[in-house]
């Protein structure tokens, strides 16, 4: 995001030559494509090898403070395999001109970028996108960036993010999917599916790249880029699955963390790259480093750039971001036989494998039509899906007496810093958004409102009291007004306006770049600042609804001691305000569950609903027992569980029953429970099935999620919901890192969130 040395190429038009060994249309056979590839390996040298390996930005630094400099003369000596983050059909066919045009084997060039949740139209954060639990949703928003991103010359995203993560001091919590194994692999399937069509050459999909490979999620003390240490158990079983469910859903690349792993960092780690990526989970795509990642292995402490390098590409690396290592060095490591020019051979092949399956050697400009570009983008429809999907992310926390929804009559008081900044609203990694014209909650709020309410506005407080943190948390445009009065000043202003009220909306929490990358936190409470405003606002006596904005899960136990509503809506997108609108008036009811555990405090994370059991649990229904695994002042429940989120209606979970008690392997059992709509509006319920194995020969977490499915009830309606499980449902890694499931008894739950469940019993027989 900070711009520097703009890329500007000047070459003029010439027409570019497509390669006729290629088919014109439709899928080439895998046989086609290394007919090709060893064909015009055979024609390369070393140097046009290793230059197929470098990845430059177009100029444009979204992160880190490494810029790629003098990329045209780079391309022109065949030093470029890939561009990021230059955009536009005009600009990348300039950049493409000279690749296809001016150097020796006209290998055209890869263009990526952070295209992480929409492009333009800009869907909810990740996090807020994995509270739908909506598939289907969650795959047309992924469709809808590529079709977007393509019509801006882009074939490749740097996304899926499937970092679990269960530690929301980490900023990055907000890019992921939160904190479970299932839904992450879910969420991985379905973006990947999303960005690539059934076709990569088509005009309209772009190539994923699965990240951050591996166990970023998990850096310690939620700083980032901090190391891990993790056993294997816990690596397969919880951390592993999501990168591996994105590959196999067919994800072209994948992208190493910045993070050391028990010793290794991942982008040296050949165990990683090679033994578990390559040799056991048989991933033939393309393996990219993050930002710099290869460089960063000498503060790591591994060596000079060189020995960095040859550690790097040795471990199964094939493309390096950014740093040049590869570039600069790597010929030498082959002369002095550190590297082998095989290696430098495979990874020459991904490179343009992924080129060619993109379609690039047939029409190196097939990303490049100016036309879809008008009119592709920002379409209403677009606009229209991404207003309903921000609706359905938001998790309605609190509704005492049921506050929410409000009426359209009389006048609201907006106050709070976050109720009228457009430029938050579209939340972390959203590079392409349109800052400028994106709604803020007030504008969004009156234009949906028109003259039925009134809408009345102030600040109320900053963000945070030190100015100097505050422009720490809005970096890269995301601004916040401040005002300098003392803060009882500005505080009452909002008091009086409050009076003046029917009703008092209080936008507070983070803003949106409190979250994100190398936005770690310490303290997850809203900012004390706006705390104060909040107390202030609740002694009017006044109905007080907390629209609360955040990247991560926070501790709200003042909140919920204490406000009538809450509604959590994240960072919801370029249709934010419209969609917020829409919730608190009612138009649409809220559906969003959380899938990261908000804690009590910051002292108990890691908290996560899937743990072990420990030899010393402590009794249900207690929270301190001495010589029982538990703390003296807090209990070990979380403020809101994995899975929790209310609904403007009740829903009633009865009458849990099984097919059978038991089964076999080869055999299934089917668990049905009935659910029904008690309240008196239509709402939408996501019912999640759980199972405990009982008895393992490596103990089992708790509970696990192993199914769910969203419905939708009207007022008084029932529905029997079933779910079939098969011996692979309860299949874990053991010890021997077997993929087994182990005859026994099993405890299921099914529920609308992980701690409300019904429970019965089954056995998996031999
Ligand atoms: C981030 C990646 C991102 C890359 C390129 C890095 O700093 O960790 O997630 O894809 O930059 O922008």
């Known amino acids: ?62 992160t880190g403070s490494v810029v790629s400099t003098d990329v045209e003369s780079k391309i022109k000596k065949g030093q470029v395999g890939g561009i990021f983050s230059l955009t536009t059909p005009a600009r990348i066919r300039k950049a493409q001109e000279i690749a296809v045009n001016q150097t020796r084997l006209k290998i055209p060039i890869i263009f990526g970028q952070d295209v992480i949740h929409g492009y333009k139209t800009t869907f909810p954060i990740p996090l807020a996108l994995s509270s739908t639990w909506n598939m289907e949703m969650i795959k047309k928003t992924a469709r809808i960036a590529a079709i977007e991103a393509t019509a ?224 592709e983008i920002l379409k209403p429809e677009h606009l229209a899906f991404a207003r309903e999907v921000a609706a359905e992310s938001f998790v309605l926390l609190k509704n005492e007496n049921q506050t929410l929804p409000l009426k359209k009559t009389g006048t609201i008081a907006l106050i709070g810093p976050l109720a009228n900044t457009g430029a938050n609203m579209p939340g972390t990694w959203s590079v392409n958004s349109d800052l400028a014209n994106t709604a803020s909650l007030l504008t969004g709020m009156k234009a949906v409102l028109g003259k039925q309410v009134k809408v009345v506005h102030c600040l109320g407080s900053n963000l945070v009291t030190d100015e100097a943190y505050q422009q720490r948390a809005t970096m890269f445009g995301r601004d916040i007004p401040r005002d300098n009065r003392p803060e009882a000043e500005v ?97 649409v009811n809220p559906s969003g569950k959380l899938t990261a555990t908000f804690p009590q405090n910051v002292g108990q994370i890691p908290l996560y609903y899937a743990h072990k059991n420990t030899g010393r649990p402590l009794a249900d229904g207690k929270w301190f027992s001495k010589f029982r695994s538990n703390y003296l002042d807090v209990s070990n429940e979380p403020l809101y569980p994995f899975g929790y989120g209310l609904s403007y209606t009740s829903f009633a979970y009865s009458n849990l029953r099984l097919s059978k008690n038991s089964f076999k392997p080869g055999e299934s059992i089917t668990a049905s429970i009935d659910i029904k709509n008690i309240g008196s509006r239509e709402g939408k319920e996501v019912v999640q099935l759980y199972i405990r194995d009982l008895v393992g020969s490596s103990t089992r977490p708790v509970k696990e999620l192993k199914a769910f499915q969203k419905i939708s009830l009207k007022p008084g309606e029932s529905k029997t919901v079933s779910f079939k499980l098969t011996e692979n449902d309860l299949k874990f890694y053991n010890t021997a890192l077997r993929f087994v499931a182990e005859p026994g008894d099993f405890n299921l739950f099914i529920g609308g969130n992980s701690r409300d469940v019904l429970e019965t019993k089954f056995s998996l027989r031999n």
């Open 1 to 62: 995001m900070k711009i520097a040395n703009l890329f500007i190429l000047t070459l003029i038009f010439t027409a570019h030559i497509t390669f006729a060994q290629t088919k014109k249309t439709g899928k080439a056979t895998h046989q086609q494509m290394n007919t090709f590839i060893s064909n015009l390996m055979s024609k390369m040298t070393l140097d046009e090898k290793i230059g197929q390996l470098n990845l430059l930005t177009g100029g444009e630094a979204t």
């Open 491 to 587: 505080i009452k202003e909002a008091v009086e306006l409050a009076k003046t009220a029917d009703v008092v909306i209080a936008a507070l929490g983070e803003s949106s770049e409190m979250s994100g990358e190398a936005s770690s936190r310490t303290n997850l409470e809203i900012p004390e600042v706006q705390q104060r405003l909040l107390q202030a606002l609740l002694k009017t006596g006044k109905p007080v609804v907390l629209v609360l904005f955040t990247g991560r899960p926070l501790v709200l136990n003042w909140e919920q001691q204490n406000v009538p509503a809450i509604l959590n809506v994240w960072f919801g997108g370029t249709e934010t305000a419209k969609a917020i609108t829409d919730v608190l008036f009612g138009d």
């Open 152 to 375: 801006d010359g882009l074939n490749w995203t740097f996304s899926p993010m499937v970092d679990i993560s269960r530690d929301p001091r980490w900023g990055r919590i907000s890019e992921g999917s939160g904190e479970d194994t299932y839904l992450g692999s879910e969420i991985a399937r379905a973006m990947v599916k999303g960005y690539q069509g059934d076709d990569l050459a088509k005009y309209n999909t772009m190539m994923a790249c699965v990240k951050h490979f591996a166990l970023y999620g998990a850096s310690e003390a939620g700083r980032d880029y901090n190391t891990t240490d993790m056993s294997l158990d816990r690596m397969y079983n919880e951390y592993l699955p999501p990168y591996k469910a994105a590959l196999d859903a067919g994800a072209g690349s994948i992208m190493t963390s910045f993070n050391d792993i028990n010793g290794v960092p991942a982008t040296a780690n050949k165990w990683l790259m090679t033994d578990l990526l390559r040799k056991e989970w048989g991933f033939k795509g393309l393996v990219v480093t993050d930002y710099t990642a290869v460089n960063e292995l000498i503060d790591h402490g591994l060596g000079d750039l060189k020995a960095v390098s040859a550690l790097s590409i040795n471990a199964g690396v094939d493309m390096d971001m950014v740093g040049e290592g590869f570039l600069t060095t790597l010929k030498k490591s082959v002369q002095e036989g550190k590297v082998k020019a095989q290696r430098i051979d495979e990874a020459c092949r991904l490179v343009l494998e992924a080129k060619y399956k993109l379609g690039l050697f047939d029409d190196p400009f097939r990303y490049c039509n100016e036309e879809r570009a008008k009119t």
